[in-house]
């Protein structure tokens, strides 16, 4: 099969989907849950459907967004049915009094703690702040993350532990 016979919204997926993953990576903050949604898409378009897709992309991921609203919906909905079963059964030994937020004080010093970390990244070098941020917080690997800044791995390393060391340094543990 030559590139003619495909189709142009599963070509679009075969090129975007590495974009696709590490889109959804962030958002369900699972490597696994996105690698599952991104195979349930390629599900979704196979075969493809027959009304022409004027973008192809935007089409990709309002599809899976849909898909990860449905699966958090399901979740929520599966925690609420067994919620409701354990009260009509009545405690069990299993059953502990769990908050679901942390107390103040630990929120506050969280907060506290956030600062400092965003006070240390804001006055790293500029290469070192971008390197750490695609890594730390876009959830890029050294290798994405070193051609994304056109720079070699081996600099992105060095920029990340520098990040790190000077956090730790600043912040502590």
Not at 12 to 21: A, F, G, S, T
Not at 27 to 37: G, K, V
């Amino acid at each position: 099969m030559d590139d003619s016979d495909v189709h142009p919204l599963l070509a679009c997926y075969l090129e975007r989907r590495d974009e696709l993953v590490r889109y959804f990576r962030v958002r369900l903050r699972s490597e696994e849950a996105a690698q599952d949604l991104v195979q349930d898409i390629y599900l979704k378009i196979t075969p493809p459907p027959v009304a022409p897709i004027d973008n192809p992309a935007a089409y990709l991921y309002r599809l899976g967004s849909n898909l990860m609203l449905d699966r958090i919906k399901t979740q929520r909905r599966a925690g609420q049915r067994d919620a409701q079963w354990r009260g009509a059964s009545g405690p069990s030994a299993t059953d502990w009094e769990t908050a679901d937020e942390p107390r103040a004080d630990d929120a506050l010093a969280a907060r506290q703690r956030l600062a400092q970390i965003v006070a240390v990244v804001n006055d790293l070098p500029p290469a070192v702040q971008e390197a750490f941020r695609l890594h730390k917080l876009e959830g890029l690997n050294h290798a994405e993350t070193a051609a994304a800044m056109g720079v070699s791995r081996s600099s992105v390393e060095k920029y990340i532990m520098t990040s790190l060391k000077r956090i730790l340094a600043k912040v502590g543990r």
